[in-house]
């Protein structure tokens, strides 16, 4: 049997937390919080007993084989270097990861020189839905896929990390070549996860596929819902097309069938945790089986977001490989303030 802990018990951590009634082979066993409000209620309505406020003392004394890091993103550098001091066997740790140049070549870094499986919390690609739409393409249900486009009403900090990260999947983590974006607004810097308002991208792949990304009050919208609701992904191949959103989807294949229908995104959300989870425990177990979220495919994504902050500054699209400056994401604001 495996141990978890947790380190941060906010509103996000209660959904890692859920997903353990559906995961046999771990058990939650502490939890660390600075607040001490937030420890006893977490504590209290999971009924984890071993609670700590130094994150230090609970990984000296617990020695877990899974580290949940779920806080703000500035502090992602400092603790996951902790759980890697700490030899910690495997972390997940919230998106996004990374808010900079600097900080993701630092944690770049630091990952090429720790054995610590560090997994960042894209959860959206275990959903049971987007599972089903993901064999179907990579199957061939809709030819060769030709374009992909990706969309949420959130800024890239917020949720655009999340659709980069199904765009990928959905192009089986074929490598950019080029990114050419635009950006809009700044009231994004003032956040705990600073971007623009508003940002879209062409980007373009070793693979030959071509993808459109769009993040901010300028996405599409797929009904009257909060902004965080309005993610979603299109796949279109040469023979059909898939469509996922948070509560719906629809897919048109080539055999010439189409469907659609709703579904509940909470629902899902808690079995794409499990899932996520389960797939570190995979991992833990046999060394080939390789967490699709892991650092290197995270940071290359997180690296394709950095480059369209650098297609903005320069006004020129971005050729991969690209290596971001410490401060672009000041250099982003100040371009665009």
């Known amino acids: 049997m495996f141990k978890s802990a947790f380190l941060g018990c906010g509103g996000r951590a209660m959904g890692h937390a859920q997903a353990y009634k559906y995961i046999s082979r771990s058990k939650m066993v502490a939890i660390c919080d600075l607040n001490e409000q937030r420890l006893k209620n977490f504590g209290d309505t999971f009924g984890i007993e071993n609670r700590y406020t130094d994150i230090h003392e609970m990984l000296e004394k617990e020695k877990p084989d899974l580290l949940h890091i779920v806080t703000q993103p500035d502090l992602r550098l400092?603790?996951?270097?902790?759980?890697?001091?700490?030899?910690?066997?495997?972390?997940?740790?919230?998106?996004?990861?990374?808010?900079?140049?600097?900080?993701?070549?630092?944690?770049?870094?630091?990952?090429k020189k720790s054995k610590t499986k560090f997994v960042v919390n894209h959860q959206l690609r275990f959903h049971p839905k987007l599972l089903e739409l993901l064999s179907d393409v990579k199957s061939g249900k809709i030819g060769q896929i030709k374009f992909i486009e990706v969309?949420?009403?959130?800024?890239?900090?917020?949720?655009?990390?999340h659709i980069t990260d199904l765009m990928f999947a959905f192009n089986d983590y074929s490598e950019p070549e080029t990114v050419f974006g635009s950006a809009s607004g700044t009231e994004g810097f003032k956040t705990t996860h600073p971007t623009a308002d508003m940002s879209e991208a062409y980007i373009t792949f070793k693979n030959g596929m071509h993808a459109l990304l769009v993040c901010g009050k300028?996405?599409?919208?797929?009904?009257?819902?909060p902004d965080h609701y309005h993610k979603r992904i299109a796949v279109y191949g040469t023979h059909g097309f898939i469509h996922w959103w948070m509560?719906?989807?629809?897919?048109?294949?080539?055999?010439?069938?189409?469907?659609?229908?709703?579904?509940?995104?909470?629902?899902?959300?808690?079995l794409g945790q499990a899932g996520l989870t389960n797939a570190v425990f995979d991992w833990l177990e046999d060394e080939n089986k390789l967490h699709p979220n892991r650092l290197d495919i995270s940071l290359m994504e997180f690296s394709t977001i950095l480059a369209i902050f650098q297609s903005v500054v320069s006004r020129k699209m971005v050729q991969f490989p690209y290596d971001p400056p410490d401060d672009i994401l000041a250099q982003l604001q100040n371009a665009l303030s």
């Open 247 to 270: 509560e719906g989807w629809e897919k048109n294949l080539k055999e010439g069938s189409y469907e659609k229908g709703s579904k509940s995104y909470a629902e899902e959300d808690v």
């Open 218 to 225: 300028n996405a599409p919208s797929v009904g009257d819902y």
């Open 78 to 111: 400092q603790l996951l270097t902790v759980a890697h001091e700490h030899n910690v066997p495997a972390v997940i740790v919230e998106k996004p990861i990374a808010i900079t140049g600097s900080d993701y070549k630092a944690i770049m870094e630091l990952g």
């Open 151 to 161: 969309s949420a009403r959130l800024n890239m900090s917020g949720q655009g990390t």
